[in-house]
């Protein structure tokens, strides 16, 4: 009996002593493992150090390159067609816009110099008002040829009146862009010297540069200001059959006799078939100053 109980005991303890042992290594191995954590967390800590201060060193240029950091490069990514041209247009849209605008002026020269149809004088009316243009073009066109010989020789007198409105307000509006390309080409050349114009045009045309001085021609008239005869207080308006009255700042001028795309020749002959038009209509409708009518 008591050798039964030993041999009992003996393998109770047996058993304790192996669940010890399995704790103790269990434990161990724990341990172990987060040892093995700890250092594998300070060596990557140490890693992330050390590559700060190598890329440190590459942003500074200190060195050019580096062993431990590679630089990634960025997907490039793929576009669409639409997507390419859409980018181009963005990217490019000022020098686009200027290619335009010469595009247009000078198909606009082209189509004035191949087709059209040379009349012996051609008029720039730069009054931004619509309807005064639409009421009084044809008006404007049959006085003239009043005052004109067969220039060209076709056999008849024709003069053509180019409506160019011309104004802050007019800029702001759509569709602009080809009047303001049009009021460019046609200075640019000289087959029209005459025009009819107000103060909303002066900042485009800048008529002091750009238009001569009438007091060397028609000082003695009461409408000649410089560069301008004004057209308010004239009978003008009754001849074209205009209602209402002219604004105060309505003139007619005759452009400077400069070298152009075409040749200051050439301008110089349109100029001399001009200014002997606008002289018969200074006299048909201007009033002498009192100095001047009584002598």
Avoid at 126 to 142: P, W
Avoid at 149 to 154: F, K, P, S
Avoid at 163 to 168: C, E, G, H, L, T
Avoid at 270 to 285: G, K, M
Wanted: contains cysteine; hydrophobic residues 35%; glycine residues 4%.
């Amino acid at each position: 009996m008591e050798d039964h109980q030993k041999k009992e005991k003996t393998t109770l303890e047996v058993i304790r002593e192996m669940e010890e042992k399995q704790k103790l290594a269990e434990q161990k191995l724990l341990e172990e493992e987060h040892l093995k954590e700890e250092q594998e967390r300070l060596a990557h800590e140490e890693q992330l150090k050390e590559d700060k201060k190598e890329l440190l060193k590459l942003k500074q240029g200190v060195i050019a390159s580096s062993e431990t950091i590679f630089e990634q490069k960025a997907e490039e990514k793929q576009y669409t067609l639409s997507e390419k041209i859409s980018n181009f247009i963005y990217h490019n849209k000022w020098w686009m816009g200027f290619a335009a605008f010469f595009l247009i002026m000078f198909g606009y020269l082209t189509w004035q110099v191949v087709t059209a149809v040379k009349p012996d004088m051609i008029i720039l009316l730069l009054v931004h008002d619509d309807f005064f243009s639409a009421a009084c073009s044809s008006g404007i066109e049959e006085l003239f040829e009043s005052y004109l010989d067969d220039v060209n020789g076709d056999g008849k007198v024709s003069v053509d009146v180019y409506y160019i409105p011309a104004s802050q307000e007019t800029a702001e509006r759509d569709g602009y862009t080809g009047d303001q390309t049009k009021l460019f080409a046609e200075f640019q050349i000289g087959e029209a010297v005459l025009v009819i114009s107000d103060s909303g045009a002066d900042e485009f045309i800048v008529p002091d540069s750009t238009l001569d001085d009438l007091e060397q021609y028609f000082g003695q008239y009461q409408e000649t200001q410089g560069v301008r005869f004004m057209l308010k207080d004239t009978a003008f308006a009754e001849r074209l059959e205009w209602d209402e009255p002219f604004d105060e700042d309505i003139y007619i001028g005759i452009r400077k006799v400069r070298k152009t795309m075409d040749s200051e020749e050439k301008m110089q002959e349109v100029y001399d078939t001009s200014l002997p038009a606008l002289r018969q209509f200074v006299q048909e409708f201007g009033h002498l100053k009192e100095s001047d009518a009584n002598t």
